[in-house]
Each structure stands twice: as C-alpha cells, then as structure tokens.
C-alpha cells in the first residue's frame, strides 16, 4: 500500500509539473499581448486619426508609425470607423478596406467603450489567419469614436519561441488555441489551424476560466494508419485573450518513471506475497502438526487408553507439553 501511494504521488507529482509549465506558457503569452496592447493604446492616445475623413493623410501616416513601431509582430494595422467599417489599412492589403466589421462582437463592445480586446482567429483578406487587437479611439469628449484594428501574426517567432517549453520528450507539443479549438500556434507547424480534437472542451475552460490537468485520448496519423493513444494533457487560459495554452504528451512518456515503478512495486509485491504464503504455510504445517497430534492424544486418553504413549512432537514449548 506504501508503495502504491509513493507511484500516486509520483504521478501526481508530473501531473502538476504539466500544469506548471502550462500556466507558465499562457502568462509568458499574455504577458506578450499586455504589452503589446499597452504600445497600441499609447500611440493611438497620441494620434490624430479621423475615421470620418479616411483620406487625411495624416491618417496614413499614424497607422504606418503603428505598423512600423510593432513589426513583424502584426500582418497590418487598419482604421475602423464608428460604423464597423474599414476606411484605412497600412500597408494596403487587398480585400481589408471596405470591409464591414460591426457583426463582430468584439468590434462592437469596444465602439461601444470597452477596455481593448483581442478577437478569436479570423481570416481578413489575402493574408494568413490571425487575431486582432482591438484598441479604441477617443474625441475629445471622451466618447469612442473609432477603433484601430491591428491583424496580430500569431507565427510571430516570439510567441513561436513561447511555446518551447523544455522537459516534454520526443511526443510532447505545446498549443495556443482559440475559444472554437482552433489552433493559432504549436510546437508541432502542420497542426496550425487545424481544429483540435478537444475544441468544445476547451472552448468551455477558455469561458470559465478554469485550468485542468489530466489524461485524455488523442489521435495522430502515422505511416499507415491513425494511432490512438492515451495522452496527458494541462491546459491554461490565457487572461488577454479568449485563448488557452495546451501542453500534450503521450501518456507512456511522462508517467514513464511511475509506470515503471509500479511494474517493479507490482512484480516484487507478487513475488513477496508467494514467498510469504510459502512461509506461512510452512510455519502453520509445522505448528499445527504436532498440536492436531497431541489433541488425538488428549482424546484417546480421555476414552481410557493409557497403554499407548504420546510420541515425540514438536520443539520448545510443544515438546515441553507433550512430555508432561
């Protein structure tokens, strides 16, 4: 029983070490989108943009500081104007001006004055999926007039370099995934936006803000068929975003060292617990022998035979009482 609680407790141990390194990954993330959104608000606080006049080029000229200032960071940064309609991108990306964005939720609780946010993954013209940081624009009377839209390049190597966390063997990866399971970024390239196999799950943690650790089934294509195999899985929402931070390893992997100790724990229990029946069996053969005699004799002595004597039984104290 000791030895099965020290297994659980190693178990439980590398559990919890998964959910460390999650939690770690999503604060890391988040800490990537603060400042980031921390950049935007400021310099839109400074900029003179007028959604209502798209042309200014005074408008151009602060959308390409912002685009200039965070890099590779974003695929474009674009002018939404209180209608939920695209008046400006930077650079010019075919199919992002003109288009109609007050459908979006998001879009519209932040013309509505809500703190910035950054959206699920979205595709907007001809560039690869991503999400947006939302940060709206304020007149002078403090009513939000317009919002800038920046497109964030989730294959971004900073948040690429994340999602590297050591100690996860050759079957372990690291995920970003929105609140629909969809993929946004992975230690593993051919799984991006892909939709993961435990989306609605974690869709309802990214919602709850709830962070879980434990075993789960996962599916991975090889040479010739599709493995199912047993996986342990932590997962971290993040607090910047409506997305969550998975980190998978094969169950065989990472419970390696309790697995096998419990196989050793399992083979020496099953040897100690012959040995031991052996060894009863043994002592209670030699114990229960010499008294099953001696009661023969008790009871052919209490019918009246006397002439037959009670033969030598026994050691220590059984042959002390079958010679009285």
Partial sequence: LLGLQVVQESTDRT???????????????????RRTTEILQAMVNEAALDPERPTLPTNG???????????DLVHYVALVNRQGIVVWSEPDIEGV????????????????????????VFTLGKTAPAA???VGVKGSDGVVTSLVYAAINLGYPSIAGILKPLGLGKTGYAEIVDENGVILASTWPDRLWQ??????????LIREDRITV???????STANSLERRQDVMAFAPLAMAPWGVAVRQSQEEALAYSQTLERRLLRFGVGAFLVASICTWL????????????AGACQRIAAGDLAQPIPPVGSGEIKALARS
């Fill in 97 to 120: 001006v003109g288009s109609d964005l007050s459908s979006g939720n998001c879009v519209r609780k932040v013309l509505g004055g809500a703190d910035p946010m950054i959206t699920k």
């Fill in 15 to 33: 559990l919890q070490e998964r959910l460390v390194i999650a939690q770690v990954t999503a604060y890391r993330v988040d800490d990537l989108l």
């Fill in 132 to 134: 947006a940081l939302l």
């Fill in 61 to 71: 000229q602060a959308l390409h500081t912002m685009r200039d200032h965070l890099g």
């Fill in 195 to 204: 939709k993961g196999d435990h989306g609605d799950h974690f869709a309802t």
């Fill in 214 to 220: 434990g075993t789960c089934h996962d599916c991975h």
């Fill in 283 to 294: 002592a209670t053969r030699r114990l229960l022998k010499p008294l099953q005699t001696l």
